[in-house]
């Protein structure tokens, strides 16, 4: 029994020597909506303000949101757009102070602006295309509460959701480039004192308003190019390459030259193993830098010659970025 408890241990260590190690980066990712490129301009207003306002305040009341509750946080939707679309070059952003009737309902699209109204709105901005926020809804729900053992050790939980509408007018081809609805939800926990789950409650309005910025970041994500954190497996440890284990280490410290350095010497004279998992960290290097097309070379010698597994999947991992760099190249592109 004891011979068999080293054994384990043993097994253990082996298995978390050979482990691959993982490694995160950004990449920028291309728009889901294809916007025109002569789109290089764009202006933001909130046409969310409700038609009826006494039956707005009735809403508010009976579900204790303050009255003033959604138009606030309205701008906090626009403040989260306007934070999306300036990521990248993509777009100049106007953000106005524009305010608009509209639906006063999160489900409902009211009729679109006239074009007249649209051409104005660009003209008076010197803009391209609007952005239109046209419905706009919110809640909050207390979704649970608990104590744990005693009235001082309390724990509550709830969720905010918001309601969006956004329509993107285009007026040189008299086109609604875009319209789309959408909810997004936030949850929330708090525990503590009576006093601490109390002003947790109380603190909804935040909560609802940091549910608002995301939902805005959201959609500006479906219309600009957007920045993602991707995670990637890579090779930290060999028995028999030193020069493999450098230049994980020099991936670890961002050094890429010196890393493509090492994994070279790897590549040529280690084992079979060895030089499937030194092609598989140069084909995350290469990726890192950008060289898309080298890293997806790396990965086929991986799999291809050396049979390293992690390096298919890998393979089509990259293949896919390939062919999202040219919508990207395109979205990106100046008119």
């Not at 909804?204 to 608002?212: D, G, L, M």
């Not at 954190?229 to 030193?242: I, Q």
């Not at 590549?267 to 060895?274: F, R, V, Y």
């Amino acid at each position: 029994m004891k011979n068999l408890r080293y054994l384990i241990i043993i097994l253990a260590v082996l298995f978390n020597s050979c482990a691959a190690s993982r490694i995160s980066f950004n990449v920028l990712a291309p728009a889901p909506v294809i916007i025109p490129n002569s789109v290089q301009s764009i202006a933001i207003i909130d046409r969310s303000l409700p038609e009826n306002s006494d039956l707005n305040k009735i809403e508010g009341l009976l579900t204790g949101e303050g009255l003033e509750q959604d138009r606030l946080s309205t701008q906090f939707v626009i403040d989260g757009l306007n934070n999306s679309l300036s990521t990248t070059d993509r777009y100049t952003v106007m953000r106005t102070n524009e305010l608009m009737v509209g639906s006063g309902s999160g489900f409902m699209f009211p009729e679109p602006l006239s074009w007249q109204e649209v051409e104005a709105l660009c003209v008076k901005y010197d803009v391209d295309a609007l952005v239109s926020l046209e419905t706009y809804d919110s809640d909050f729900i207390v979704s649970s509460a608990s104590s744990e053992g005693s009235i001082l050790n309390l724990r509550a939980g709830g969720e905010a959701t918001v309601n969006c509408g956004f329509r993107m007018y285009y007026p040189s081809r008299a086109t609604i480039i875009d319209e789309f609805h959408f909810s997004h939800a936030m949850s929330w926990e708090s525990g503590g004192s009576i006093l601490a789950a109390a002003n947790a409650v109380l603190n909804k309005n935040k909560a609802i308003r940091e549910t608002s910025f995301a939902a805005g970041n959201i959609y500006g994500q479906r219309i600009t190019p957007a920045w993602y954190l991707v995670n990637r497996d890579y090779f930290k440890k060999s028995k028999r390459s030193p020069d493999l284990d450098m230049g994980a280490r020099m991936m670890q410290l961002n050094d890429w030259d010196k890393a493509l350095e090492s994994l070279e010497r790897s590549l040529e004279a280690g084992s079979t193993k060895d030089r499937g998992r030194a092609a598989h960290n140069l084909a995350v290097v290469y990726e890192i830098l950008g060289e898309l097309e080298r890293a997806k070379e790396y990965t086929t010698l991986a799999w291809g010659r050396y049979k390293e597994k992690k390096s298919r999947e890998y393979g089509y991992i990259l293949t896919r970025r390939i062919n999202d760099s040219l919508v990207l190249e395109n979205q990106l592109q100046k008119n």
